[in-house]
């Protein structure tokens, strides 16, 4: 069966907080995990099974780009950044957001 | 922009997989190893640390799979993947490849070929315009009996002036001329058409002109013609200058004013003259072929009521002629192909798909019977996180490849099985030298070879691992599920057999109709018999020209060597056509005059054809043709009739002497039965033996169908009759020379063309259906054989080890038998038409089809029983 499913994560929870994580600066992805985990206080467990399709898919989508550089401690690894295509992306996808959660907000407080 | 960035990606992704999956590699490396970092910079041992990383990690194939997965042209480079991976399995296992293989091209091969003269003879469209609105017209006597027949010149011309519904219509009257002055003389068909014929086929000249209607206005004196493309290129190198120059036929000259477009060599063979008008035309005489093309909104309903009302009109009119006349609409789709050849097809093609079917039945059988054996593989392939769809497309690729090689063999095998069919020139099968591989055949092939691939690799494809990945995986576990894909193959050769017994039931029934029909008493002798037809011009029936040439040509057939015998008929038996008449006793009774064919016969024929008298005498010199001559008083008329017609006639009384009445209820003709003679089969082996009268030939009635009986091979005395001819008269061309034999021959060449493929298709079915049998039962004893070890080790004997085994695998194989008993007999009904002299249920039939199948079953059976019995207890249960 395929690993570490993450019925947790909302359908295209990710793609946001990958963009979120990115929007600051470049990070490669045990970073972004470690961002992640940390923005969302522990709630988003992100493991490399989710965090790498997302991030190859969304690198040939064109949002994100990489490079290989080095890491503080002196390791290789592949950062990624924020395209222009990516930003318009995360305003997209944050604009969509807002709404979702306002609509969800008075949903809930009405019932 | 978006789609140039995933063209770009795929491209990327595809040309540089190496340094893709490298860099993949580093990265979730590199991850790791942050990982490790961190977690001995949080205080663990490096050992823990490392292993808590890869934990963490998860498993890195499976990760690196889920990358793939969502990598642009995943699709494609898991296919092309999975390609040479299924090229390798199959590498892997040749036994499997090649009989896949074989099997399919075998199946593919016959369906293409069946399907490519199918194409050729149904599915093209003959080259007219607007076939749907193209009719055939025939006149009907239905309170006679005849529910068609020919037209009369007449009734021709009226339904033209009186219908409302055709646009036009058109008569033609099938003729022959010797044509001289081009090369040797040859007879040449030369039909008569009126103006419209070209017209209402929609068909128009590629040179010259059509015929107007002032061709026809001016009569049977108009001496232009029309070319058909063929007899164009044929006999005058297609010049193309030809319009205007004369053709010699008959002795008279014509101009040719028209070339006809390349097309059916029916059309395209002749050459065409004006019909013409005339007056006086013929109202008792059915000699007219009419072909009809319906006014846009027209229906054959609504024409065929229009008919019904013109003829009532005739019938008041001519009540001589034309009482209870009535007409009859065909559509010209049953031009290329009788009724009988269409079913012939169609039962063909339904063969060739029941044998595909086998073919699939049997790889489907081979895909699961190696799918059980790699449950394991598949097992891993799970665990490493191949999905369920990527399993089933995996599966199917091997049986795509395989049906894929087995088309493109299958064509090879088609393309030369064609080529031999077309060599062989199979008479009666309708323009079988057109049938080849085309881009509809091909498409035909490619469709086929696809559903193949898919249907074979369903069954095999959707099993899954019976016992789950975690049992599957486990050592020791593998008899769990077996179960259930032994019994689906063995449904899966319960169909094969079946299947097969219908096919070996639809070969057995043609083979014993093609005996029956070889077998037949036709009545006369075809063996060391030569025929040949010699097409008298106009001239011959002038004076005493033609009867002077007759009798001056046996003259010197008698004093030819090896010419045993010689005669003349007006219609070759067999092949020629079939004129027919009224005829009853003389003493005029009031019942329905019998319908019998009439022919024309010199005094020589019987002996020459072999046709023995069985009661009175044979013509003689001093007998007369039954139509007087003009100003000389009506001749004392001699006949000889066939037996069957003398017992109708004259049923309990001898018909030598006695009188009867020829054309019945036209112009009565009194003649005396001279002779009886014996029966024969006029139209060929499948028709019931004729009713026929024989008239004697004069300078009024020519033949000009002649038969020798020769001493050893009919075909040496060729030359010598050639040269006879040419001596009496070098522009008469000798025609249409065979042996008798294969007259016959060729009149039972589709017959035996269709048996022959079906008894080919069902071989190829029993061979599948064996193989398919022997391998489950094969299979299924290697997995029982500790079972069976056991057995033997408590005791059992030999005997009972093989009557077990035997009958495991026979249990398949009976049923099989059973349903294909009843799906024969419910589709042997559909070749009813097919078969002469067998019932569609014939018991024989189908009880030597249920015997060869048992006896088969009981070999392929035979081999793995044999084995169980002889195993060896000790071995085997030490190697469990």
């Not at chain 2, 193959?489 to 029956?516: C, H, P, Y």
């Not at chain 2, 010419?563 to 009853?584: K, Q």
């Amino acid at each position: 069966m395929p690993p570490a499913s993450n019925t947790a994560l909302l359908q295209g929870t990710l793609d946001v907080l990958i963009l979120k994580a990115l929007a600051l600066e470049p990070m490669h992805g045990l970073g972004i995990s470690r961002r992640i985990a940390q923005v969302t206080r522990d709630t988003f467990l992100v493991k490399p099974g989710s965090l790498f399709p997302a991030l190859h898919r969304m690198e040939e989508a064109g949002w994100i780009s990489s490079q290989w550089g080095e890491s503080e401690n002196n390791r290789r690894a592949k950062y990624y950044e924020l395209t222009r295509a990516g930003r318009r992306r995360l305003k997209e996808e944050v604009d969509e957001w807002s709404r979702i959660v306002a609509a969800m907000a008075s949903a809930l407080e009405l019932s | 922009m978006a789609l140039w960035r995933k063209v770009k990606a795929v491209w990327w992704n595809l040309s540089h997989r190496r340094a893709v999956e490298a860099d993949l590699d580093a990265e979730i490396d590199s991850y790791r190893q942050m990982l490790e970092d961190e977690k001995i910079r949080a205080g663990a041992d490096p050992v823990a640390a490392r292993r808590e990383a890869l934990i963490e990690v998860g498993g890195v194939t499976q990760v690196k799979e889920s990358v793939r997965e969502v990598r642009a042209g995943a699709g494609m480079d898991s296919v092309t993947a999975e390609l040479r991976q299924s090229f390798r399995g199959l590498r892997r296992n040749p036994t499997l490849a090649v009989l896949g293989v074989l099997m399919l091209a075998l199946g593919m091969g016959s369906s293409t070929v069946v399907f490519s003269v199918f194409h050729a003879a149904l599915l093209r469209p003959l080259p007219f315009r607007e076939m749907g609105r193209l009719v055939e017209l025939s006149e009907t006597r239905l309170s006679r009996g005849i529910d068609q027949c020919s037209f009369t010149e007449a009734n021709f011309w009226d339904v033209r002036a009186q219908n409302r519904s055709f646009e036009e219509t058109a008569a033609y009257l099938y003729n022959e001329a010797n044509l001289t002055g081009v090369g040797e003389a040859q007879k040449v068909s030369a039909s008569f058409v009126t103006a419209g014929f070209f017209r209402t086929l929609g068909v128009a000249p590629v040179l010259g002109r059509d015929f107007t209607y002032e061709d026809d206005r001016n009569g049977w004196e108009n001496h232009v013609v029309i070319l058909g493309h063929r007899f164009w290129r044929n006999h005058l190198g297609a010049d193309p200058a030809v319009l205007g120059k004369s053709l010699r036929l008959d002795d008279r000259v014509y101009t040719v004013v028209g070339v006809l477009p390349p097309g059916e060599p029916w059309i395209n063979d002749q050459i065409y003259m004006p019909l013409g008008y005339h007056a006086g035309a013929n109202r008792s005489s059915w000699e007219f072929g009419a072909v009809a093309r319906l006014r846009p909104g027209a229906s054959r309903e609504s024409a065929g009521a229009d008919l019904e009302r013109i003829a009532a009109g005739l019938a008041q009119a001519y009540p001589k002629d034309d009482r209870g006349i009535g007409f009859r609409i065909t559509p010209s789709t049953s031009w290329v192909a009788t009724d009988n050849t269409r079913r012939a097809l169609w039962v063909l093609l339904g063969a060739v798909g029941f044998l595909l079917l086998i073919a699939c039945l049997n790889i489907a059988n081979l895909l699961l019977a190696r799918g059980t054996a790699r449950q394991r593989e598949i097992a891993v392939r799970m665990a490493l996180g191949a999905t369920r769809a990527r399993l089933v497309r995996f599966v199917m690729m091997e049986s795509l490849l395989l049906s894929g090689f087995g088309a493109a063999l299958g064509l090879a095998l088609a393309f030369g099985a064609l080529r031999a069919i077309r060599v062989a020139e199979i008479p009666g099968v309708p323009r079988l030298a057109d049938a080849g591989v085309n881009p509809w055949v091909l498409g035909f092939a490619a469709v086929v070879a696809i559903l193949t691939g898919v249907f074979s690799g369903i069954a095999p494809a959707l099993q899954a691992p019976a016992a789950g990945i975690a049992g599957t995986l486990r050592e020791g576990d593998r008899q769990a599920g077996n179960r259930r894909h032994g019994r689906l193959r063995a449904v899966l050769v319960t169909g094969e057999v079946a299947l097969s017994f219908a096919l070996l039931v639809g070969a057995g029934l043609l083979i014993r109709s093609f005996m029956q029909l070889t077998s037949v008493n036709l009545g006369f002798h075809t063996e060391h018999r030569l025929v040949f037809s010699v097409n008298m011009p106009r001239a011959y029936w002038e004076k005493e020209v033609g009867k002077q040439f007759l009798d001056r040509f046996f003259e010197r057939l008698a004093g030819a060597p090896d010419v045993l015998a010689a005669g003349a008929v007006s219609n070759r038996p067999v092949e020629g056509g079939n004129p027919g008449m009224g005829i009853d006793c003389a003493m005029g009774s009031t019942r329905r005059a019998p319908w019998a064919s009439w022919r024309i016969v010199t005094p020589g024929y019987f002996r020459a054809v072999g046709l023995p008298l069985l009661r009175g005498r044979i013509f003689d010199e001093n007998d007369r043709p039954v139509w007087g001559e003009r100003g000389k008083p009506d001749p004392a008329r001699r006949v000889l009739i066939s037996e069957r017609l003398a017992k109708l006639l004259f049923p309990n009384e001898d018909a030598v002497g006695r009188h009867v009445a020829l054309w019945k209820s036209q112009s009565n003709l009194d003649a005396e039965v001279v002779g009886v003679v014996a029966d024969s089969r006029e139209r060929g082996p499948a028709a019931a033996p004729s009713l026929t009268v024989y008239l004697p030939y004069g300078a009024n009635a020519l033949v000009s169908e002649f038969v020798l009986q020769t001493r050893g091979n009919p075909l040496a005395a060729a030359a010598a009759v050639r040269s006879i001819v040419a001596s009496l008269d070098p522009n008469l061309p000798v025609a249409d020379m065979r042996s008798f034999d294969e007259v016959v021959h060729r009149a039972v060449a589709p017959q035996q063309f269709n048996a022959l493929l079906l008894a080919v298709f069902s071989g190829l079915a029993l061979l599948l259906a064996t193989t398919g049998i022997y391998g489950v039962l094969s299979y299924a004893t290697t997995r029982r054989t500790p079972e069976i070890a056991l057995r033997v080790a408590l005791g059992a004997s030999a005997g009972s080890i093989l009557r077990m085994t035997v009958g495991q695998g026979m249990r398949p194989a009976l049923v099989g038998i059973a349903l294909g008993g009843v799906g024969a007999w419910w589709l042997s009904r559909y070749m009813t038409t097919l078969l002469f002299g067998v019932k569609p249920f014939d018991h024989a039939t189908y009880a030597a089809v249920a015997g060869l199948l048992l006896a088969t079953a009981l070999a392929a059976c035979y081999w793995p029983g044999r084995r169980a019995m002889r195993t060896d207890a000790a071995v085997a249960l030490r190697a469990e």
